[in-house]
T-cell receptor, first 112, second 115 residues
Framework: AQSVAQPEDQVNVAEGNPLTVKCTYSVSGNPYLFWYVQYPNRGLQFLLKYITGDNLVKGSYGFEAEFNKSQTSFHLKKPSALVSDSALYFCAVRDTRRKLIWGLGTSLAVNP | DAGVIQSPRHEVTEMGQEVTLRCKPI?????LFWYRQTMMRGLELLIYFNNNVPIDDSGMPEDRFSAKMPNASFSTLKIQPSEPRDSAVYFC?????????????FGQGTRLTVV
């Protein structure tokens, strides 16, 4: 079955430390992968995507993600976390029916 | 551009009443999506329009839900009759071009509470 997993419901990190939010996927064919962020009482905002090419994708607000085909992962990273990065993060993958499959989200808390 | 605009932001209604949610996509976008978000089920795609035509409504829970897109700048999601289990945040999103590799822009959502 085609799916996306975000294994951590919550991630806590100190301000200034690097952060990683994990995502693994299962999909037939070449995956199209996305990360979105949701701030409280707001809609989702696009951060970055992997379609093809370089495995390291750079996105908005200093975030980047690394596509790893052998591990079927697309982890979101940032070298130095900010308190303002605290939000809900969603990973999504386009399946063979051209629909987005969404993870359940990971709540990131950056502590000052 | 003001982005995707949804109204109302909050709706509280009694069970059995009709509820209509509204969405204005970003000008020039040709794809529109309605999503429902709950704690238990996360983000679910309800229906997807392309060039005002419903392409995939397999996510619509049941016949009580209906969606229309009479023109490129307006869409509605209607629930009739509403039930408490319909309580959720409903998002509208729009995008341009192929849905395979194009990011979607989301509205701020409508928080629906059915009592």
């Amino acid at each position: 079955a085609q799916s996306v997993a975000q294994p951590e419901d919550q991630v806590n990190v100190a301000e200034g430390n690097p952060l990683t939010v994990k995502c693994t996927y299962s999909v037939s064919g070449n995956p199209y992968l996305f990360w979105y962020v949701q701030y409280p009482n707001r809609g989702l905002q696009f951060l970055l995507k992997y379609i093809t090419g370089d495995n390291l994708v750079k996105g908005s607000y200093g975030f980047e993600a690394e596509f790893n085909k052998s591990q079927t992962s697309f982890h979101l990273k940032k070298p130095s976390a900010l308190v303002s990065d605290s939000a809900l993060y969603f990973c999504a993958v386009r399946d063979t029916r051209r629909k987005l499959i969404w993870g359940l989200g990971t709540s990131l808390a950056v502590n000052p | 551009d003001a982005g995707v605009i949804q109204s109302p932001r909050h709706e509280v209604t009694e069970m059995g009443q009709e509820v209509t949610l509204r969405c204005k996509p970003i000008s020039g976008h040709n794809s529109l999506f309605w999503y429902r978000q709950t704690m238990m089920r996360g983000l679910e795609l309800l229906i997807y329009f392309n060039n005002n035509v419903p392409i995939d409504d397999s996510g619509m829970p049941e016949d009580r839900f209906s969606a229309k897109m009479p023109n490129a700048s307006f869409s509605t999601l209607k629930i009739q009759p509403s039930e408490p289990r319909d309580s959720a945040v409903y998002f509208c999103a729009s995008s341009w071009g192929s849905t395979e590799n194009t990011e979607a822009f989301f509205g701020q959502g409508t928080r629906l509470t059915v009592v």
